[in-house]
């Protein structure tokens, strides 16, 4: 089975998470899934409860769910947001600059080649919530 | 011209090293060709008939002759010596090996050049007026705000996966260079109550649906910029469909939605993106607009010019554009020469423009999207030394403009999606027009062709259009009359039934014995062709 990779401290959600529908008619859920056509700013009212937002790639050429991820940091979110389905090495670095902070892959990913994305980029052009100065902030400073 | 900082150069390099990983991951067999597809692309590298084909950026076209230089020396380094300059101001290299890619990569960015999201299905090198910073009739310079736009949609976090690919233009000037409004954002640069802002125009395109952006929003402050176009582009990759890769450019979406829906939820979303910092600082556009500073024009260079060879005063009058200063002009290279490939250049001629654009031009050049180089900023005293090596080297041809100046994709002598060849026909209508001497009288005729339904020749756009279709197997081709990519944008229409090779020669000529019997006065083809109507055209096609 898919192996979790997560950059959190605190304790993993253990039980699956619902679909959004189910989750906006039953209210104690803390686990919800988005998938790509999801509007993941139904769930905007409802973020204080919510302790795991998963987000399906069905194909990772579906980049639905970056906006997805963005819209709920954005909104504030601090929960865990987990990036799961097709997620391959290539896509984790611009996931993680989306807000994503927990992936399960499909197949799972190699250690090395993981930290070897994530390290790749000394500097970023745009500013996202991830908090990284963006490249026209630093030439100012 | 901009030039990278180390932060620019930085990410240059980490993305070599991140495609030289890539490759090696997929020649060892630890990605899947599928897997690998995307991210080649995303530099890219395509695959052809029968090579893979590198398509190399060329920011709003802009070259200086180091950079033209070292297109020459790849060309022949790992290539057969040519490259093709694109409609998209890019340069493409036909005959590419796998192994080589991430070598050329590494040499390119020791020259501020890369291949960073040349294809795939993210936003595309951004083009502009190739007269920028020239054009006697232009607002302000467009390259600072094409510039800012390259870096916000450089590696951009969220839309490297679009439904489709997304190409933004920009320009300043009432005359439209760029086609901008069959780009997916048109971008226009205007003035209003003395402040400068940015006009939006938003799902136009071409391939097999046409579409003429409609006009989103009429002035975004220049301090608002970035941030309306992240929430165009937001929109568009949460709504854009992804059920039909036919149906997945941003055109359709805006078309399905009606502009004034798609244009709503852009403003919902921009009202949200302001309180984001999405903006970058106004000192990061300034700093960006001083490396666009006026060459250090002469005030006194003379307007006049010794016309006394005739070849020389037909070049003048066909290929150079009026400039903004007095007694210069920009001057363009023709790369159609008759029975030529559109846009091809052998290393030798990338050198000799390179040296022409480093003595005559400020040390710069610019690829325009007909497939032409123009020198942005010549003396005119200096013109007939530019002319008379040129014209040694075969690059003097004065057609500019005209029926030789042909627009063609590469078809099906590389192109795997292909129905039809495309440049076969194009020499042979160049070598008809040129062997009757009628190019000159027939004036400006933009003729564009494309070997299939997928638009990359502009056919949609041309005054003449010529599409190649497959008829039960046999190459076949529809003629096409009308369209136009200026300021007054227009689609052309089909003719009626399509013709074979040799007689879609004949068609052609056909159509302009038309436009010679009825025009008026100066009418160019296309005015004529508007005053007239298409039928008087089918009656002397098919009557
Ligand atoms: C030989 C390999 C090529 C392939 C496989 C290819 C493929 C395509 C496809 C599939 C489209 C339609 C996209 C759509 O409508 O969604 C397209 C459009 C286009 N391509 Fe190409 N192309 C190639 C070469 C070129 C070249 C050499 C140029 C420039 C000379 C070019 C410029 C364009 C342009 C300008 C469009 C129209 C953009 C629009 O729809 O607005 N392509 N291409
Ligand atoms: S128009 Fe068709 S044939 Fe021509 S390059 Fe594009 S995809 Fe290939």
Same mark, same amino acid.
């Given at each position: ?23 906006? %008619? ?10 790509? %056509? ?22 990772? %050429? ?25 997620? @391959? ?53 | ?39 080649? @692309? ?48 890019? !340069?493409?290299?036909?005959? !590419? ?6 070598? #050329? ?91 400068? %802002? ?13 579409? #003429? ?111 903004? !200063? ?167 229409? !089909? ?49």
């Amino acid at each position: 089975m898919a192996e979790l990779l997560r950059f959190r401290d605190d304790e993993a959600v253990d039980h699956p998470a619902v679909t959004v529908d189910s989750f906006l %008619g039953q209210s104690n859920a803390n686990a919800v899934r988005i998938e790509p %056509g999801d509007d993941a700013r139904a769930l905007l009212p409802h973020l204080d409860q919510v302790s795991l937002v998963e987000v399906n790639f069905p194909v990772f %050429g579906d980049g639905r769910g970056y906006s997805a991820a963005r819209i709920l940091r954005e909104a504030g979110y601090t929960g865990e947001l987990r990036a799961v389905g097709d997620v @391959l090495v290539d896509q984790i670095a611009l996931m993680r600059r989306c807000g994503f902070d927990a992936f399960e892959p499909d197949k799972p990913l190699d250690d090395a080649d993981v930290e070897t994305a994530l390290a790749r980029w000394p500097h970023v052009y745009q500013p996202t919530t991830d908090g990284r100065v963006p490249i026209r902030t630093k030439r100012h400073e | 011209m901009y030039r990278y900082d180390h932060y620019d150069q930085a990410m240059v390099d980490a993305r070599v090293a991140e495609f030289r990983d890539q490759a090696q991951r997929r020649l060892d067999g630890k990605l899947t060709e599928d897997q690998f597809k995307p991210l080649r @692309l995303m530099n890219g590298l395509y695959l052809q008939l029968h090579a893979y084909m590198l398509r190399v950026a060329i920011p709003y076209g802009t070259l200086d002759s180091r950079q033209m230089r070292m297109l020459a020396d790849i060309a022949e380094k790992y290539d057969r010596g040519y490259g093709h300059f694109t409609t998209r101001q890019n !340069i493409q290299y036909n005959w !590419i090996k796998l192994e080589d890619a991430a070598d #050329i990569l590494a040499d390119l960015a020791t020259v501020e050049m890369h291949a960073i999201q040349t294809s795939g299905n993210c936003i595309r090198n951004i083009s502009s007026d190739h007269f920028a910073g020239a054009a006697a009739d232009e607002l302000v310079d467009p390259r600072p705000y094409a510039e800012l736009l390259r870096q916000w949609s450089s590696f951009h976090p969220e839309f490297s996966y679009l439904p489709r690919k997304f190409k933004i233009a920009v320009i300043a000037s009432e005359s439209d260079r760029a086609a901008m409004r069959l780009h997916d954002i048109g971008i226009r640069i205007v003035e209003k109550g003395g402040m400068l %802002g940015a006009a939006f125009y938003v799902g136009g395109g071409m391939g097999r649906t046409p579409m #003429i952006a409609p006009l989103v929003r009429d002035f975004v402050p220049l301090d608002q910029l970035v941030t309306y176009a992240e929430a165009c582009l937001r929109v568009y990759n949460r709504h854009g469909r992804r059920d039909n890769k036919y149906k997945a450019r941003i055109k359709i979406l805006v078309h399905e939605l009606g502009a004034e829906e798609y244009t709503r939820q852009v403003e919902e979303e921009f009202a949200h993106l302001l309180g984001q910092g999405i903006e970058p600082p106004l000192a990061e556009l300034e700093r960006i607009k001083d490396f666009f500073p006026d060459p250090a024009f002469s005030t006194d260079a003379p307007t006049d010019i010794d016309r006394s060879d005739s070849a020389f005063a037909l070049w003048v009058d066909r290929n150079t554009h009026p400039h903004k !200063i007095p007694g210069h002009a920009s001057a363009v290279i023709s790369l159609k020469p008759v029975g030529g490939i559109p846009g091809d250049a052998t290393a030798g001629q990338m050198r000799l423009m390179a040296n022409l654009a480093e003595r005559y031009s400020f040390d710069e050049c610019r690829v325009m999207h007909t497939q032409n180089v123009v020198l942005p900023h010549v003396r005119m005293a200096d013109l007939h030394a530019i002319w008379t090596e040129l014209e040694a080297a075969g690059l003097g041809s004065p057609n500019l403009d005209t029926i030789e100046d042909i627009i063609a994709c590469p078809g099906l002598d590389y192109c795997s999606l292909a129905n039809a060849r495309s440049i076969p026909v194009a020499q042979r209508i160049q070598e008809r027009f040129a062997e009757t001497g009628r190019t000159e009288v027939l004036g400006e005729l933009k003729l564009k062709i494309s070997g299939c339904i997928n638009a990359c020749g502009h056919h949609h756009a041309g005054h003449i259009g010529i599409l190649g279709v497959d008829r039960k197997g046999v190459e076949n081709y529809q003629l096409l009359l009308g369209g136009s990519e200026a300021q007054d944008t227009a689609l052309a229409k !089909i003719t009626g039934p399509g013709f074979d090779e040799e007689g879609i020669v004949d068609a052609v000529e056909k159509a302009t014995d038309v436009y010679l019997d009825q025009r008026q006065g100066g009418e160019r083809f296309l005015d004529t062709y508007r005053r007239i109507g298409m039928t008087p055209f089918k009656e002397a096609l098919y009557g």
